[in-house]
């Protein structure tokens, strides 16, 4: 099978449920900002920006290492089994340690956040640290399906459980300590439960294996994903910090909380693009190591980047067009008009993100993992200096322009340094064409130059334009 048509099916089926599932969770956002207070819904993005940082902290990139030594050992299952023992002890210990110390923790974080929250977070972290590898072990075998099937079931009860608990009140959940009183902390609750069922479904593929721990192997793994972790680090540095940030560097402490509910919710506005970038990275991974030194990989490879940023941009051009649409999912409270702006400001750096995604396979590819870890602290830094010089003048305006500026730069010196490790021919040329046509686009909508009948034609004009461009040429 043509390995780009390959690589498109199992994205499909991915993507059945990380956009299905993920589309799905987005119509929780209608329910929260119509029950909650944007200080109510501030509090959740801060504690789940938090969650980011553990869940990277718990993996510690040890995904990556699996999908590569795998390909490179010959027992695959001992590097399954080895990988999976070290979850399991790391993330029990790090649940152990999060439980004795919860009041400190709770403390340390603020006003808000209580110590049962951090318990409940212990457990989630944990155990989706412990499943990340049963998940990858499916995406190795290209089990996408059965992949799928449990992502969405996990879905589907962690939303079920979201609209029951705050609709209804959360009857019957005495027994987790909540005060039954409609608060966020059932949005907790339902994605403990929805984690507790995502490891029973997965348990087969953990318990049915010859438990085997060896000690080389993991040590090579260890030394591969460290840099990863770092990395990995840094990287949520870029996506979060901004929402954790803003809470103590807005000018006005009496209104921060609001501040940081509304950037929360536009942010959940443009989470369409992360969307595609999540599905398109379950299959994307194991599929570029597999192709590795294959016939022609180097070409798939810059072939790949073409068309997903060709996807990108499209859904870049349809969300900002479509955004008074999208805009309506939100509650009233919400309608603020520096939402478009920051919609599409953090919308053009996703896009950049998932160039970037392309781009690090040079150093995945080579074992030069410790490049990951370089490009994603500078980006961190350039995301901190921005954040702190931006937030007190701009607000959170500032933050998605920081977060533009975080991911360009990580994707310039990412294509620098991949030309010199490892050069692929990617068709810089066009994706540039495209990208200023995308832009140019843009920039009519922004000012309101047209209406929406005439904005669509245009969207439908680029789709034209690239598929002429891109359609195969006839043989002789």
Known sequence: MNPIKKLAGQT????????????????LVPLYTRYFLPEEYGLVTEMYAYVAFLVVILTYGIETAFFR???????????????????????????????????????????????????????????DAISSIAFAKLREEENAI???????????????????????????????????????EYIFIANLISSIVTIVLLSPKMLKIEFVFDRIIWRKMMIYALPLLFAGLAGMVNETIDRILLKH????SATAQHELGLYGAFYKLSIIMVLFIQTFRFAAEPFFFAQYKQKDDRKVYADVMKYFVI????????????????????????????????????????????????????????????????????????????????????GFVGSAWATLV???????????????Y???????????????????????????????????LLLLGFIIFVYLLEKPKPTA
């Open 12 to 27: 499909a089926i991915y993507g059945l449920s990380s956009v299905i599932g993920r589309l799905l969770n987005y119509l």
């Open 69 to 127: 030594f795998s390909n490179k050992e010959n027992n695959n299952k001992k590097v399954y089994s080895t990988a999976l023992i070290s979850l399991v002890f790391s993330s029990s210990f790090s649940m152990l340690l999060m439980f004795s110390g919860s009041s400190l923790i709770a403390n340390f974080l603020g006003a808000g956040i209580e110590s049962r929250f951090i318990e409940w977070f212990a457990i989630i972290v944990g155990l």
């Open 146 to 184: 059965r992949f799928a099937t449990i992502k969405l079931l996990a879905i589907i009860t962690n939303i079920g459980l979201n609209i029951f608990f705050i609709v209804y009140k959360g009857y019957g959940l005495e027994i987790f300590g909540a005060s039954c009183s409609g608060g966020i």
């Open 249 to 252: 560097l807005l000018p006005n």
């Open 311 to 394: 996807i990108m941009m499209v859904i870049f051009l349809t969300a900002t067009i479509f955004y008074d649409f999208i805009i309506g999912f939100l509650g009233s409270a919400y309608h603020d008009e520096r939402g478009f702006l920051v919609v599409s400001i953090l919308l053009l750096a996703n896009l950049f993100l998932g160039i970037f995604f392309n781009l690090s396979i040079w150093y995945k590819l080579t074992e030069k993992t410790i490049f990951g870890a370089y490009l994603s602290i500078i980006g961190a830094v350039i995301t901190i200096l921005l954040n702190v010089i931006l937030i007190p003048k701009m």
């Open 406 to 420: 975080c991911y360009f730069s990580m994707v310039s010196a990412s294509y620098f340094f991949g030309k010199k």
């Open 422 to 456: 490892f050069p692929i021919p990617y068709q810089i040329g066009k994706i540039f064409l495209y990208l200023v046509s995308m832009l140019g686009i843009y920039l009519l909508v922004y000012n309101q130059y047209f209406n929406l009948m005439i904005n669509s």
